[in-house]
Nanobody, 128 residues
């Protein structure tokens, strides 16, 4: 079964760090743009960070630039989101998504509309 599974969420104090993982099952991520998105209660989904298949384009939302880093593992089965200097406003459900149809060429990697395969999400809470 082709799916994405997120892990690594949890409760952390402000200033702390978490590393989220997006693991592919049933396929590898070599050819696909991968995005991390988040949605806080009562807010719209936000593109956090995205990486295209060639790693030639990497996007970060302004709110996370300098604090978050997206990366792929060498086996191309996992994409990571390293989150440092976390703030209470980073609290949200975090989702990873894959563009298996090439739609982000049209929509841009930062738009959720370009992604067709989504994980179930992992919760991140930043609180003292």
């Amino acid at each position: 079964q082709v799916q994405l599974v997120e892990s690594g969420g949890g409760l952390v104090q402000p200033g702390g760090s978490l590393r989220l993982s997006c693991s592919a099952s049933g396929f590898t991520l070599d050819y696909y743009a991968i995005g991390w998105f988040r949605q806080a209660p009562g807010k719209e989904r936000e593109g956090v960070s995205c990486i295209n298949n060639a790693e030639s384009r990497i996007y970060y939302a302004d709110s996370v630039k300098g604090r978050f880093t997206i990366s792929r593992d060498n086996a191309n089965t996992t994409v990571y989101l390293q989150m440092n200097s976390l703030k209470p406003e980073d609290t949200a459900a975090y989702y990873c998504a894959a563009d298996t149809l090439g739609a982000t060429v049209v929509t841009g990697e930062s738009s959720g509309a370009g992604y067709d395969l989504w994980g179930q999400g992992t919760q991140v809470a930043v609180s003292s």
